[in-house]
């Protein structure tokens, strides 16, 4: 029966998935509802890539706290069961705080030091701006400010991913999607909400 259970499970994850990602699909609100629940069902059923990235919706996108207190359990679970993208999560949840997980600076840099050790471009740039500026609580320390910059290197090579300079920089052009998600807003075309959540394929594909 559990093994029934967790082919379901699989299936509808990768129906979401298919049904957020296929451009010819309509986007009615039927749909978008269909695929925010099938994410959460699969979340609730302990699905890890489901925790990471609903939790992610959730938590960046709910605006009731008790949604974004949940989005972060979901986050953290799929961290502590070694998804990469969700410890970088982590460490931005601990870093910047919220109802259920005040700040904590030396928890953010645990997940972040995991993440990029792991090959998370963004974790590893995260702790070489820390120890280079003095950030998170941490001394300013130029050794490990460049080894963190090497991994960071690493990673951004082994993913495509841009540089981090690059990326920050985006993230925090005025008009940028990633600009508009921080600041809470919807990215034109790209939305959908359920239970609270505006669910936007930029934020999703830029989590990381």
């Given amino acids: 029966m559990q093994q029934a259970s967790s082919l379901k499970t699989r299936l509808e994850y990768r129906l979401a998935q298919q049904l957020f990602h296929t451009r010819w699909l309509p986007r009615s609100p039927r749909t978008q509802r269909l695929t925010m629940r099938l ?16 939790g992610h919706m ?24 070694g998804d990469v ?5 982590a460490g931005q949840i ?17 997940w ?13 740039a995260r702790l070489e701006r820390a120890y280079r500026d003095g950030e998170l609580s941490l001394p300013v320390d130029p050794e490990r400010a460049a080894y963190w910059a090497v991994l960071a290197s690493a990673g951004q090579a082994s993913s ?6 690059q990326t920050l920089a985006r993230q925090a052009s005025p008009g940028s999607a990633n600009s508009a ?7 034109p075309g790209q939305s959908a909400r359920q239970d609270g ?3 936007d394929k930029a934020e999703a594909q830029q989590r990381h």
């Fill in 94 to 110: 601990h870093e910047h705080g919220c109802a259920l997980y005040p700040a904590r600076h030396d928890h953010a840099v645990t």
């Fill in 85 to 89: 993208r969700a410890q970088y999560q």
């Fill in 160 to 165: 495509g991913q841009p540089s981090s300079e």
């Fill in 112 to 124: 972040y030091a995991r993440a990029g050790e792991a090959g998370h471009a963004l974790a590893a």
């Fill in 39 to 54: 994410f959460q069902r699969c979340a609730d059923a302990g699905h890890p890539a489901a925790l990471s990235l609903y």
């Fill in 181 to 187: 998600l921080a600041n809470g807003q919807p990215v």
């Fill in 197 to 199: 959540v505006t669910l």
């Fill in 58 to 81: 959730l938590f960046h996108r709910s605006r009731a706290p008790q949604d974004k207190a949940r989005g972060a359990r979901y986050v953290l679970q799929a961290a502590h069961g």
